[in-house]
């Protein structure tokens, strides 16, 4: 006679769920480095579709994108190396990174500002990144970009300018 199978682990998180959730795991990954491995993996798509949404939200495309030579990157909207949710050159072209896939980029801004990052949608997020960097580019610092983004003039999502207001929120805190 066989015996009955064991019951599941206490610690399961959502029914159905057997055993511990990786984010419960003690060898959890850090979800920079798998943002970068997503990100690498997919970079043809994404690069395309952050390209794509520059131009549907009006920037120029002598301000899209920037090449990267040290990692093989011609020229593209989408650095997928990079850590933080994007960047902007001197000369104001802005590029998407893979922190856009980091549930946890945030964090450094509070907890409110990090739920809210975690729980925004993608296309929300990579209009709160294109327009937090095209003020950048426009006003010069990092600073004039988190007061002026949530109000941009470009066409970005209701909820990118509310994501955007969350962070700016989180950014005054920290100063």
């Known amino acids: 006679m066989t015996e009955p199978p064991a019951d599941p682990p206490e610690e399961t998180a959502e029914p159905g769920m057997i055993g511990t959730t990786p984010s419960q795991?003690?060898?959890?990954r850090d979800p920079a480095d798998v943002?970068?491995?997503?990100s690498w993996r997919y970079f043809e798509p994404i690069d395309y579709h952050a390209g794509h949404r520059m131009t549907e939200l009006g920037i120029h495309t002598d301000l899209i994108g920037?090449?990267?030579?040290e990692v093989g990157i011609e020229h593209a909207a989408f650095h997928p190396h990079q850590?933080?949710?994007?960047?902007?050159?001197?000369?104001?072209?802005i590029v998407v990174?893979?922190?856009?896939?980091?549930?946890?980029?945030m964090?450094?801004?509070?907890?409110?500002?990090?739920?809210?990052w975690g729980k925004s949608r993608l296309r929300h997020r990579l209009d709160a990144i294109i327009a937090h960097e095209y003020e950048e580019g426009q006003r010069g610092t990092h600073e004039d970009a988190v007061e002026h983004a949530p109000n941009t003039k470009l066409p970005i999502y209701d909820e990118s300018r509310e994501l955007l207001r969350v962070l700016r929120k989180g950014e005054q805190r920290q100063r």
């Open 25 to 28: 795991r003690q060898d959890a």
């Open 83 to 93: 850590r933080n949710a994007g960047g902007v050159s001197p000369e104001g072209r």
């Open 66 to 69: 920037t090449p990267e030579h």
């Open 35 to 38: 943002a970068i491995e997503f």
């Open 107 to 116: 964090e450094p801004l509070g907890p409110e500002a990090s739920q809210a």
């Open 97 to 105: 990174e893979s922190g856009i896939f980091n549930p946890t980029l």
